[in-house]
């Protein structure tokens, strides 16, 4: 069977969640699979060691100025289709096989209208609903966001497959005290710090996630606060409201953080805090686990699938509930302890691996319907 997969996303200059999920699923789907044949669709070259160049797998950059997906990559399909059609991290193109499968991370749009331009709101609506009618089957990769697509897209059950993402297992606990030093300075991040990792838009809560961090500072605490990930939309208030709050000297936005560095960043840190009020998945969370850092996060859609018992769960609407998880952490030894043992054990039970094998049992039975 020829599966074709669309990977421009893996070549984004700075990837985050779901350009991750592509490049790291696709890596596993072409390591575990020598049986089919794979025709990779790029709108850009990507670097040599990207991805696997074995001999069942076949690269096609097709540089395209504009609506490349709909546009060029339809073409593609028009005249030359695979037998399966996979879209790990966007939207199907106009024309495409009947045999598609696409994955849908969340529906967020849905819960948090206001999170969003009124651009991006519209198109994650037509976007969403039009994957899941046209797609023949659709991966979920939580339980959270199938229910969504079942509830709000009227998408049958037995079309959508729960899988769940691995995880980067070059994540792991960073003890070389020197190494953790200068990766820290070299971000101006003085200690001791808590660290929240992602794109800043309102739907992560920062803001939230700032009132609680000076309800801690009003404690007596001698504490600093990291905030990781590029600016996204609607942004703006985030760094007003530092302002507002006089916090700009413990408050540290250190914009994207490479993949080589963020161990090391996630290893120093006291507390890693996801305080977001919707996720498709939440990979931080076991990234941070990976690193040996205790987490506190919302209890809100997927994340309580994702974090299980390895982390202290709060209301993200309740600001002093997330300051007091907090502070429980950061003054309890034997609960940081008990968070870490059991966030270290939390993450072997997700592997690429495992996603790749699931997914690709789902390419296989689209392919065979």
């Known amino acids: 069977m020829l599966i ?45 060691d990207l991805l696997a ?3 069942n797998v076949e690269q096609r950059v097709m540089p395209f100025p504009r609506l490349w997906t709909h546009l060029r990559l ?54 969403t609903a039009y994957n899941a ?3 023949a089957q659709v991966i979920a990769d939580s339980q959270a966001t199938k229910d969504d697509l079942i509830r709000h897209c009227g998408t049958p059950p037995e079309k959508v497959a729960v899988i769940y993402p691995g995880r980067d297992e070059s994540f792991a606990p960073v003890r070389d005290a020197a190494l953790l030093v200068a990766v820290r300075e070299r971000y101006g991040i003085p200690a001791p710090y808590v660290i929240s990792v992602g794109t800043l838009q ?31 939309w609607l942004y703006e208030p985030l760094f007003a409201r530092v302002r507002e709050l006089g916090l700009e000297q413990r408050v540290h936005f250190v914009g994207y953080v490479p993949q080589q560095d963020l161990p090391a960043l996630l ?18 969370i076991l990234e941070a686990m990976a690193c040996g850092t205790p987490v506190v996060c919302s209890a809100v859609a997927s994340l309580p699938e994702v974090a299980g018992d390895a982390a202290i769960l709060v209301d993200p609407h309740d600001t002093a509930q997330l300051a007091q998880g907090m502070a429980r952490v950061l003054d309890d030894p034997d609960l940081s302890r008990q968070l870490v043992g059991k966030g270290l054990e939390r993450v072997t039970r997700f592997s690429w691996e495992q996603c790749a094998r699931q997914t690709l049992q789902v390419l296989e039975a689209a392919g065979a319907a």
């Open 202 to 232: 309102p739907r992560k809560n920062l803001t939230g996630l700032l009132d609680a961090f000076v309800g801690l500072l009003g404690q007596g605490r001698d504490l600093h606060l990291a905030i990781a990930g590029k600016k996204g």
């Open 267 to 284: 290893s120093g840190a006291r507390l890693f805090v996801l305080p977001s009020l919707y996720e498709g998945f939440g990979l931080p």
């Open 4 to 48: 074709g997969i669309d990977a421009s996303r893996t070549v984004a200059a700075e990837r985050t969640g779901t350009e991750n999920y592509s490049l790291f699923l696709i890596r596993a789907l072409l390591q575990l699979d020598g049986d089919n044949c794979y025709r990779l669709y790029f709108n850009q070259p990507p670097a040599p």
């Open 53 to 55: 160049t074995a001999g």
């Open 133 to 135: 009618r046209s797609a």
């Open 74 to 127: 339809s073409l593609e399909m028009a005249t030359r289709p695979p037998d399966v059609l996979f879209v790990p991290a966007h939207v199907l193109p106009w024309v495409h096989p009947r045999r598609s499968v696409v994955t849908v991370h969340d529906l967020g749009y849905l819960y948090y209208p206001q999170a969003h331009t009124q651009w991006a709101r519209g198109y994650l609506q037509w976007s």
